[in-house]
């Protein structure tokens, strides 16, 4: 009983590791030249910044970027985090996958980030200018965040 129970154990652990071996591979594909650029392109621009821009009612909305994730993160009343795409060499973005904690703030501050919450999966370019980071929707809305780091 013994030597099958470890022949059965032996079995899972070369199956585990046979797996992870075709994730590693996969991971460790090269990527074309291209995608390197703009890849680097985009984390140039906007990894290592912290962006803050403000609503008409005062309420603070923050968001940083993850280069080598491709996610992004912030707060407003909520912290959030989400994944973005870009494509090509032109700065087109793709939002999407976002999450957030839920806590409860004062009401406008919690209009102000749902509003937010609606408009980032909308997104779909950027702009730079200067410290200015500047989303742009599918039909145009611009939302310019300051750089603040």
């Known amino acids: 009983m013994r030597k099958?129970?470890?022949?059965?154990?032996?079995?899972?652990?070369?199956?585990?590791?046979?797996?992870?071996?075709?994730r590693v591979?996969?991971?460790?594909?090269?990527?074309?030249?291209n995608t390197i650029?703009?890849?680097?392109?985009?984390?140039?621009?906007?990894?290592g910044g912290k962006f803050?821009?403000?609503a008409a009612n005062g309420t603070p909305i923050y968001i940083e970027f993850d280069g080598m994730?491709?996610?992004?993160?912030?707060?407003?009343v909520n912290r959030y985090i989400g994944a973005y795409t870009t494509d090509g060499n032109s700065l087109d973005m793709n939002i999407s996958q976002i999450a957030s904690t839920m806590m409860m703030g004062l009401p406008?501050?919690?209009?102000t980030e749902a509003e937010y919450f609606k408009f980032?999966?909308?997104?779909?370019?950027?702009t730079i200018s200067g410290?200015?980071?500047i989303f742009i929707s599918g039909s145009g809305e611009k939302m310019t965040f300051e750089r603040e780091r």
């Open 131 to 133: 410290n200015s980071l």
């Open 37 to 47: 650029a703009v890849n680097q392109k985009v984390a140039n621009v906007l990894v």
């Open 4 to 22: 099958i129970l470890t022949i059965i154990i032996i079995a899972i652990v070369i199956s585990g590791c046979s797996e992870l071996g075709k």
């Open 69 to 76: 994730e491709n996610r992004f993160y912030g707060r407003v």
């Open 120 to 126: 980032l999966p909308t997104v779909k370019q950027f």
């Open 108 to 111: 406008d501050a919690m209009e």
């Open 25 to 33: 591979k996969n991971v460790g594909e090269k990527e074309s030249v």
């Open 52 to 54: 803050k821009t403000t």
